[in-house]
């Protein structure tokens, strides 16, 4: 009997100690990682979430960003973080699918390192070239690319540039050089110069520089045109057969964050998203936040996302490095 009484009132503590948790929470400023820099589409989408959910919470919602190693930087810091609630990571599919696909000996787990806490946004991705290249659309410049192999220099900026332009290489047989960088922002002084010439990044960053003449937009990587920018065909209608590499975000925890944690986060964010100030400005850049997975969806998600990009890598002939 006495046995039975004290697992009860373990039980019981460990259940107030929850409720206690949830009801407190947030009771100091959240940080939320993000492994790109500043200007990124990873970024734009935390600011547009961060300012209204500081108010709604209560607590200031600081963006951290550290950029590196396509994101497994912020990764390891918020797999390795106190999972109380108070660092969290905004992650891309490139981050979550795309890293365990390119990279070898990491030091966490995708699948069971993080908790999902809420899915956020899908995003457009554009493929842009530097406007000195003689070539108006996809069909040119793999066209140029094989009249003229090795001349050409890929901005190696994230995975999903990466990922496109293996397949891209892939249908048509291309001799590229790439070249690394930290992110689509990092690259673009290199790209405008005209010191490599194909980069994929957020429509937020790019389109500004397709407008002004600097740069050409030849796909956009999205299941339907973006409304942003609707004169770019889709990658599928440029010529790339089966593409399925597209780019969402997601809130993440360490992986055994409370569940009072994940609860109220969720309702928060889910919140916050779905007013029409922040889905006018997440219109504006080409975000779009309909025919999202729920809560519940989101593990499965996460899985079919890493086993596609997974797949995928394996068929564009990427090796894990």
Do not use: C
């Amino acid at each position: 009997m006495p046995m039975k009484f004290r697992s009860l009132a373990g039980v019981g503590l460990t259940a107030i100690s929850a409720l206690t948790h949830a009801q407190a929470y947030p009771a100091r400023p959240i940080r939320v990682l993000i492994g790109w820099p500043a200007g990124g589409p990873t970024d734009a989408a935390g600011r547009i979430v961060s300012q209204p959910l500081s108010q709604a919470l209560g607590q200031t919602v600081l963006i951290d960003n550290r950029p590196g190693a396509d994101g497994a930087i912020a990764m390891e810091m918020a797999a390795n973080a106190t999972p109380d609630g108070y660092t969290l990571l905004l992650a891309n599919a490139a981050n979550i699918a795309g890293v365990p696909a390119m990279r070898k000996n990491l030091t966490f787990d995708t699948a069971k390192d993080f908790a999902p806490i809420t899915f956020v946004a899908w995003s457009s991705n554009l493929l842009v070239l530097h406007t000195g290249v003689p070539a108006k659309t996809l069909g040119e410049l793999i066209q140029y690319a094989k009249a003229n192999p090795g001349k050409l220099t890929i901005a190696a900026a994230n995975p999903p540039t990466i990922f496109t332009m293996a397949q891209v290489k892939a249908v048509a047989k291309l001799d590229m050089l790439s070249v690394p960088y930290k992110g689509d922002v990092a690259a673009l002084p290199d790209l405008l110069a005209g010191r490599v010439h194909i980069l994929t990044g957020g429509t937020n960053a790019l389109l500004p520089h397709v407008k002004e003449g600097r740069l050409r937009a030849l796909a956009a990587l999205t299941r339907a045109r973006t409304p942003p920018a609707p004169d770019v065909p889709t990658i599928v209608e440029a010529g790339v057969p089966n593409f399925s590499i597209y780019n969402w975000f997601a809130l993440f925890g360490p992986s055994k964050v409370p569940s009072a944690v994940v609860t109220r986060m969720q309702r928060e964010v889910s919140e916050v998203v779905k007013r029409p100030e922040a889905q006018a400005r997440f219109a504006k850049i080409g975000f779009d936040t309909g025919n999202a997975p729920s809560r519940q969806e989101l593990p499965a998600f996460i899985t079919g996302q890493v086993q596609s990009w997974a797949a995928a890598a394996r068929e564009a002939g990427i090796a894990r490095q």
